[in-house]
């Protein structure tokens, strides 16, 4: 297996940190894309045609808006709005007006980040499979995470096939790491709600009072800022 840039950040971001690595991964993914989206000296034709046709989601407008490059938003929000107005038609037309319902009801969804960072997370959910059977160091530093987000958890499953002969070997390793983890996390959710019982009040966390924050990031990930 020959190293490329996948695989170097797979590898610092399985290091035995706290929470979904995928998600880390992820972040980084996002905060790279959305500084190109703000760079606009560097947006191709092709890319700003993306732009008026997809436009951007909330999660990804609200990361460039926190950012220094308030005019770069403005002018693709401009090309945007512009695609989105022409699609409007002024009308008495019932079929229109559904084709419209359509056309404007979710576009404030579409985005061409999101577009993006899936394209390039599938990639890592294979390059993971396929480190897992091809690197002997690889099982180790997998085991030292502690699980994932389920949505995560659930893209690895997917690309299994992708470990190859080892596939098997690699589904056990993650069912059971995830099984794990899930029950670690109940227990100290558990305790996190026993704790509220006056009664335990004086007795320690050991650290379950992060657990709900936990258990939220376990159920929906841990998004970009
Ligand atoms: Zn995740
Ligand atoms: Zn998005």
């Not at 947006?43 to 609200?62: I, L």
């Not at 997998?142 to 699980?147: A, E, P, W």
């Not at 670690?184 to 704790?195: I, P």
């Amino acid at each position: 297996m020959h190293y490329h840039i996948g695989n170097m950040l797979i590898l610092q971001e399985f290091n035995g940190g706290d929470g979904c690595p995928l998600c880390r991964i992820r972040n980084i993914l996002e905060k790279r894309l959305v500084e190109q989206y703000l760079n606009e000296a560097v947006m191709e034709d092709s890319q700003r045609q993306a732009v008026n046709e997809r436009g951007f989601c909330m999660h990804h407008t609200q990361m460039m808006h926190a950012r220094q490059n308030k005019l770069s938003l403005a002018l693709q929000y401009v090309t945007r709005l512009t695609t989105l107005k022409g699609k409007l038609e002024i009308t008495a037309d019932k079929k229109i007006g559904k084709k419209m319902a359509d056309a404007f009801e979710h576009c404030g969804n579409t985005c061409v980040i999101c577009d993006a960072v899936e394209e390039n997370m599938v990639r890592y959910y294979k390059t993971i499979a396929e480190m897992f059977a091809g690197e002997a160091n690889f099982k180790a530093a997998l085991l030292s995470t502690k699980g994932f987000c389920l949505e995560h958890f659930g893209a690895l499953l997917r690309y299994s096939a992708f470990a190859h002969g080892k596939e098997k070997d690699y589904l056990y390793t993650l069912t059971k790491l995830q099984k794990d983890a899930m029950n670690a996390l109940l227990e100290d959710l558990q305790w996190f709600c026993a704790k509220h019982d006056y009664r335990n009040a004086d007795k320690p966390w050991n650290g379950a009072d992060t657990a709900l924050l936990r258990a939220v990031a376990l159920a929906h990930g841990t998004p970009a800022k």
